[in-house]
């Protein structure tokens, strides 16, 4: 699932996994594009490129694991689908963030990391009340761990913890239930 928000003429994108969606985007509505990797498997990431292509200014919210999964088709898993990412490292502005860090004032925007399904695993949480928790929580369906990286204790642990921050707010999944 892509989803999408403007604040400011910036549009935030978390998961650029469908390029049709992007495609659709004019660039001259917004001065830049950020995105938040909720993590860097091929299904979140596929449009990436058509965000290069298409806007001056990308930028890329992740963490360290995000940014090299992303960079590598057999990391990302996209080796493996019949259309392999590759992007460079050096075309891609990254912007590295911590456990619990904000990156933006109003609305608030939170980095929180769960991993587990892999360790680029992060959720954003928006003014504390939306959580777009990728593939660390799809409530209904259990986390996946047997891809490379994933561990089953973390994942659990995290799925369990969003589970009671998010309790009666905003979940917005990495896939439709
Ligand atoms: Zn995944």
Partial sequence: MTYWFVVDRIIFIVDPGDPDFLESLDPRDYDECRILLTHAHFDHIYGVPELLRKFEKVSIFTNEDGAETLCSAKKNLSKYQGEPIEINREEMDFLFVDHCDFIYKSPSIRAIFTPGHHPSCITWMIDGECFFTG?????????????????????????????????????????KV
Avoid: M
């Fill in 135 to 175: 593939d660390s929580y799809i409530p209904g369906i259990p986390v996946v761990t047997n891809l490379p990286g994933g561990r089953k204790e973390l994942a659990r642990k995290w799925e369990n913890r969003l589970k009671e921050l998010s309790e009666g707010l905003s979940i917005y999944p990495g896939h």
